[in-house]
């Protein structure tokens, strides 16, 4: 039988989840391995040599490790191509890059301001730091922009890669769960009509609530 892969870190991390989800999307067995980040485990040296930037998830398969949420799923759905949902990062070149794209724009436009959020509206309280209302300010008036974006092309196409769940919707998953469910901005996302329709579905997925689970286990 195959080794299962190993990811580390905990479920409530954004960029495990993302990493779970996709595992669980493609049917790959994983060994999930718990990595303190309370008690600063992912700083130390023995981390660091998986995940020089001292940040979670760090992941290792067939003897090499890889970091970087959004590089670990593509190489996951490669190496995996044949394993559970075959569609999730494309079968030609031309939806590839669609989902490429789509993956960018959730990367560089739709990440810093939702994961700004998501830590002052959800994790700041939780870890007694005290909120910054300009920031969270600044940031829910650069993810109305870009969920305007998303709200437009979600009105042409099912999901944000064209007509079929993929990739680029499963790495939203993280930090919409957060401001959907923990933060009362949930707003900025189904009071768009196409937004809201889009994260009804993507967030019903199997793989998802899998790791909804996950989190809650672990809370
Ligand atoms: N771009 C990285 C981001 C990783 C990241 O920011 N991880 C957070 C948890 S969600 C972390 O480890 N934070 C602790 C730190 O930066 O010291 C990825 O997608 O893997």
Not at 21 to 46: R, T, W, Y
Not at 92 to 117: C, M, R, T, V
Not at 159 to 170: K, P, T
Request: proline residues 5%.
């Amino acid at each position: 039988m195959a080794t299962p892969v190993k990811v580390y870190g905990p479920p409530m991390s954004t960029a495990v989840s993302r990493v779970l989800a996709c595992l669980l999307e493609k049917n790959v067995d994983f060994q999930l391995i718990s990595v303190s980040m309370s008690k600063g485990e992912h700083k130390k040296p023995e981390f660091l040599k998986i995940q020089p930037f001292g940040q979670v998830p760090a992941f290792e398969d067939d003897g090499f490790s890889l970091f970087e949420s959004r590089a670990i799923c593509r190489y996951i759905c490669e190496k995996y191509a044949d394993k559970g949902n075959k569609g999730l990062y494309g079968t030609n070149p031309l939806a590839k890059a669609s989902i490429d794209q789509w993956l960018e724009a959730e990367g560089q436009s739709f990440n810093p301001p939702s994961s700004a959020l998501v830590f002052q509206l959800a994790f700041a309280p939780r870890m007694k730091i005290k909120q910054d209302q300009v920031v969270i300010k600044q940031n829910e008036e650069k993810l109305s922009k870009v969920l305007d974006i998303y709200d437009k092309r979600l009105g042409e196409t099912q999901f944000l890669a064209g007509d079929e769940f993929s990739l680029a919707d499963l790495s939203h998953l993280p930090n919409t769960q957060y401001i959907v469910s923990a933060t009362d901005r949930g707003k900025l996302f189904t009071s768009r009509t196409n937004v809201g329709r889009w994260w009804n579905e993507i967030s019903k997925r199997e793989s998802w609530n899998k790791v909804v689970d996950m989190q809650n286990k672990s809370a």
